[in-house]
């Protein structure tokens, strides 16, 4: 059985970074791919970023790019978002998800139907 557990989140200032981390059990995070979502109360899930281990390919949404970084830590089997020059806009619950064993990103890493697990969520605030 595949678990999601998120953590790291929590309040910050407008400027400021945050890194939140996913620990993973059930499926390394070497073999699916993985990826970060938000939401925010009345709207769906946003896709944040994901990356596929095994080209090392990651995709990221237009509105983060440059400020976050999605990493894995093998040993660990954890995957890791790096948010850096945080806005107000950036507050959501982060989910961590991942796709089924060896199923790649692709072209559509972004739709949320794509992924098979889904964690707790951890709060992100972004204070002005």
């Known amino acids: 059985q595949v678990q999601l557990a998120e953590s790291g989140g929590g309040p910050v200032q407008a400027g400021g970074s945050l890194r939140i981390t996913c620990a993973a059990s059930g499926q390394s995070v070497r073999t699916s791919c993985m990826a970060w979502f938000r939401q925010v109360p009345g709207k769906g899930r946003e896709a944040v970023a994901a990356?596929?281990?095994?080209?090392?390919?990651?995709h990221y949404v237009d509105s983060v790019k440059g400020r976050f970084t999605i990493s894995q830590d093998t040993d660990k089997n954890t995957l890791d978002l790096e948010m850096r020059d945080l806005k107000p806009e950036d507050s959501a619950v982060y989910y961590c998800a991942a796709r089924g064993q060896f199923q790649t990103c692709g072209v559509n890493w972004d739709g949320d139907w794509k992924y098979d697990y889904w964690g707790q969520g951890t709060q992100v605030t972004v204070s002005s």
């Open positions: 990356v596929w281990f095994g080209t090392g390919t990651t």
